[in-house]
């Protein structure tokens, strides 16, 4: 946790020396508002926690040594963009739903770089009249190293900075790769990616004001149905999340925007007309720190807009809840 370096102690300690002039109490008084001015500020050190598990594993507190999870989550798809941007409702007899759990971990390897893994296992359900079909099986599994550049709170009147650069493993199945008649085994993107991601956050506690952009690539693959090597487009991300801490130290209340756009795809060297997409999405978390090891964390989202908000992308509404342990 932050040392703070209090008015109080510094008052102890000096008033051990007694029986000095009144110069040196005149000097005495000036340190202390000089030590209390530049001292770190009891907000700042609420407001590097509050944001820490507010969407996902999100990081370290800046005490703990590691971190693991685990996170259970339920969307339902409720329609899709075209490649016009028109959205087009499920039909009544089809209805299809995405079940995910994904254990976590993060370790601190050193003061301003921290490791974590992950490994999601996807189930999809999928119905079309009379027919119906549940599949599923382990998504594509990632690593990421976070390097904190400036860390919160450090340069008063600034934000943080850090990044992180991650990659993903093709352990997921692609659509062709799973089984008719609904082809509910997808569980991944089933390539090989790595993506360079930035952060930047503003405390004011206890208020929080966080901004993440990332850049994901994608190596290509062979399609295992028609032979021609497939290759996905770029992939760019960004969110912008504001939350107050609601109960200091323990609960916080945080709401994010976000947007996804990704690149046409290319088979055989050459680009797919209209099939690049994008989507956007609102999120609305919250965490409580039941004791000081432990947090649970809920997030509702929805990715569901009127025609023009998204393109070859599904409209979903759903949940995520986890828990977080973290060691020190």
């Not at 594993?57 to 800046?62: K, V």
């Not at 770029?234 to 994010?256: M, W």
């Not at 680009?271 to 997409?277: E, F, I």
């Not at 649970?296 to 009127?306: A, D, F, R």
Request: charged share 15%; with cysteine; aromatic share 8%.
């Amino acid at each position: 946790m932050l040392q703070r370096l209090s008015v109080a102690d510094v008052g102890r300690s000096r008033h051990r020396v007694a029986g000095r002039s009144r110069r040196k109490s005149s000097t005495l008084l000036l340190l202390l508002v000089t030590l209390a001015a530049f001292a770190p500020q009891p907000v700042r050190a609420a407001a590097c926690c509050v944001s820490a598990t507010s969407f996902g594993a999100g990081r370290l507190l800046i005490w703990e040594d590691f971190a693991a999870g685990i996170q259970v989550g339920h969307a339902r798809v409720l329609g899709q963009w075209d490649a016009g941007g028109a959205l087009h409702w499920n039909p009544p007899e089809y209805s299809e739903g995405v079940s995910q759990l994904q254990p976590w971990a993060i370790v601190r390897m050193q003061e301003r770089v921290q490791l974590q893994g992950w490994a999601p296992v996807l189930v999809n359900d999928r119905a079309s009249g009379s027919v119906s079909q549940v599949a599923g099986g382990l998504g594509d599994i990632g690593a990421a190293a976070r390097f904190e550049l400036v860390a919160i709170g450090a340069l008063r009147g600034f934000p943080s900075l850090a990044a992180t650069v991650a990659g993903t493993a093709p352990t997921g199945r692609r659509i062709e790769q799973t089984s008719p008649p609904l082809f509910a085994g997808t569980t991944g993107r089933g390539a090989w990616s790595g993506s360079l991601a930035v952060e930047s956050e503003y405390p004011l506690a206890p208020y929080f004001l966080r901004l993440d952009a990332s850049m994901t690539g994608f190596l290509s693959f062979e399609r295992s149905d028609t032979g021609q090597q497939q290759h996905y487009g770029p992939l760019l991300r960004a969110s912008l999340s504001a939350g107050r801490e609601i109960v200091p130290g323990e609960v916080v209340l945080a709401l994010a925007a976000l947007g996804e756009w990704e690149g046409a795809l290319q088979l055989d060297g050459a680009l797919v007309p209209g099939s690049q997409d994008h989507v956007y999405s609102l999120a609305a978390s919250l965490s409580w720190r039941c004791n000081p090891h432990s947090t649970l964390v809920g997030t509702l989202s929805n990715s569901v807009w009127p025609h023009g908000f998204g393109m070859n992308q599904d409209a979903r509404i759903g949940f995520t809840i986890g828990a977080r342990y973290g060691h020190f």
